[in-house]
């Protein structure tokens, strides 16, 4: 994946003028980008639809919207959901061609309470381990049926914000009810990444 030297300058931008630099540059670690490659690469492989719509939930502070956006899937817009405020305003500056054009949205909000404005085609949700099981229940039914649906977790139990982690990709599966799901996992030096994809 090549990106765009315009959004390496808006990360830049994204990075110095953050509140807190450290928690903004923690979205650059290896192992993030790494396991946000992994998934766009499998997605890539799989969907070949064009104009697609993604919601991710968890978005963070925008940089999975960024990759994707730079990726060889035919994107049309991406909504980037994340309970943190701060991470509303970091997003817009990370995809800030997007914003510009039209394309890209970043809302602060529960993903227990976004309701979709239209079905989207994708629906992306990386940070399972930061909620409880009830929680992804509510945010599982809220899902238009008929979306592909791709979740993430690990096995970084020791890291103490992470309290719903699985031991394996299983595990992970069996908390949602997708048709033909797919598991998937990613071994990075410090834990074990798992992905599900299927569809609603």
Known sequence: MKIDIEDVMFYMDAIRDSKDR??????????????????????????????????????????????????????EKITSIDIDPMCRDIAYTINKRQ?????????????TIYRYETAPDIVINTSTEHV????????YNNIP????????????????EHINCVKNPSELSNKFDLQDAEEHT????????????GRK
């Open 99 to 111: 914003e510009i054009e039209g394309r890209f949205r970043a809302v602060c909000k529960d993903m």
């Open 145 to 160: 049926n008929g979306s592909c649906v791709v979740v993430q977790s690990n096995n970084f139990f020791s890291l103490d």
């Open 22 to 75: 450290d928690r903004t540059l923690e979205s650059f670690w290896k192992g993030q980008i790494r396991s946000k490659l992994w998934l766009i690469k499998i997605l890539e492989e799989k969907i070949k639809k064009e104009n697609l719509h993604i919601v991710i939930h968890g978005g963070w502070n925008g940089v999975l919207a960024s990759l994707l956006f730079n990726s060889k899937l035919n994107i």
């Open 186 to 197: 990613l071994k990075l030096p410090q834990y074990n990444r798992y992905m599900t994809i």
């Open 132 to 139: 409880t099981d009830e929680q992804l229940k509510i945010w």
